[in-house]
T-cell receptor, first 114, second 116 residues
Framework: GAVVSQHPSWVICKSGTSVKIECRSLDFQATTMFWYRQFPKQSLMLMATSNEGSKATYEQGVEKDKFLINHASLTLSTLTVTSAHPEDSSFYICSAWALYNEQFFGPGTRLTVL | AQKVTQAQTEISVVEKEDVTLDCVYETRDTTYYLFWYKQPPSGELVFLIRRNSFDEQNEISGRYSWNFQKSTSSFNFTITASQVVDSAVYFC?????????????FGTGTRLTIIP
C-alpha cells in the first residue's frame, strides 16, 4: 500500500512557541490531505481538509488562525500549531487521499506542550 | 449528519476466545463506505477493511470477519481464536463524500484486551 510519513514523530515544546508538523505522501500524489487530532483515550476528530494549492477547510470549532495548514505540493502538507498551549497537547494524525479513492494514514505526531 | 456508534468501550477476553466488536452508523447518503481500523499502542492506524454501501456480502480474512447489515445499519467485526497481538483499540469509521474526497467520521473506539 501507499506510504505516508509524518515528521517529527514526537515533539516537546514550551508554551507559547510554534510547532510545525509535516505530512508527506512518499510514493503517490495526494490531492487532498486530512488532519486529525486524537486526545488520550479518545477518538480521532477531523480538524481540517487540505487541498493542494488552495486554502484548507476547517471543521467547526477548530481555530484556523491557531492551526495553520499549508498544502504547497501534491506530496506535502504542513500543520503549524501557533502559540501552543498545554491544552494543544495531543496526537496529530494526517492522512492522504489518492485519486483511486484510498485514504492512507501517517504514523502520527505526539505533541506535548509544557 | 454522519454518526458512528461503538457502544462497547472496553472488552476483555481470554486468548483463543472469539470476540465481536459492534458498530452502528447513521447517514443520509445512499452511497457511503465503512471502515475498520486497528490502533495498537504505537498509535499508528492499521487499515483492516473498506466496504461500500452496495456490497452487503460478509467478508472473511483469516481470523477476521465482518458482517454488514444495511437493515440494521450495522457493520460488526469478529475476531475468531483471539491472540494477544489482537490487543488494541479498534475504530469503525464512515466516509462522507465531500467534493469527491473521503471525509471520515470515526466511532469512539473499542479497547480490546486479550488475556493470555
Amino acid at each position: 500500500g501507499a506510504v505516508v510519513s509524518q515528521h517529527p514523530s514526537w515533539v516537546i515544546c514550551k508554551s507559547g512557541t510554534s510547532v510545525k508538523i509535516e505530512c508527506r505522501s512518499l510514493d503517490f500524489q495526494a490531492t487532498t490531505m486530512f488532519w486529525y487530532r486524537q486526545f488520550p483515550k479518545q477518538s480521532l476528530m477531523l480538524m481540517a481538509t487540505s487541498n493542494e494549492g488552495s486554502k484548507a477547510t476547517y471543521e467547526q470549532g477548530v481555530e484556523k488562525d491557531k492551526f495553520l495548514i499549508n498544502h504547497a505540493s501534491l506530496t506535502l502538507s504542513t500543520l503549524t500549531v501557533t502559540s501552543a498551549h498545554p491544552e494543544d497537547s495531543s496526537f496529530y494524525i494526517c492522512s492522504a487521499w489518492a485519486l483511486y479513492n484510498e485514504q492512507f494514514f501517517g504514523p502520527g505526531t505526539r505533541l506535548t506542550v509544557l | 449528519a454522519q454518526k458512528v456508534t461503538q457502544a462497547q468501550t472496553e472488552i476483555s477476553v481470554v486468548e483463543k476466545e472469539d470476540v465481536t466488536l459492534d458498530c452502528v452508523y447513521e447517514t443520509r447518503d445512499t452511497t457511503y463506505y465503512l471502515f475498520w481500523y486497528k490502533q495498537p499502542p504505537s498509535g499508528e492506524l492499521v487499515f483492516l477493511i473498506r466496504r461500500n454501501s452496495f456490497d452487503e456480502q460478509n467478508e472473511i480474512s483469516g481470523r477476521y470477519s465482518w458482517n454488514f447489515q444495511k437493515s440494521t445499519s450495522s457493520f460488526n467485526f469478529t475476531i475468531t481464536a483471539s491472540q494477544v497481538v489482537d490487543s488494541a483499540v479498534y475504530f469503525c469509521a464512515l466516509s462522507e463524500k465531500n467534493f469527491g474526497n473521503e471525509k471520515l467520521t470515526f466511532g469512539t473506539g473499542t479497547r480490546l484486551t486479550i488475556i493470555p
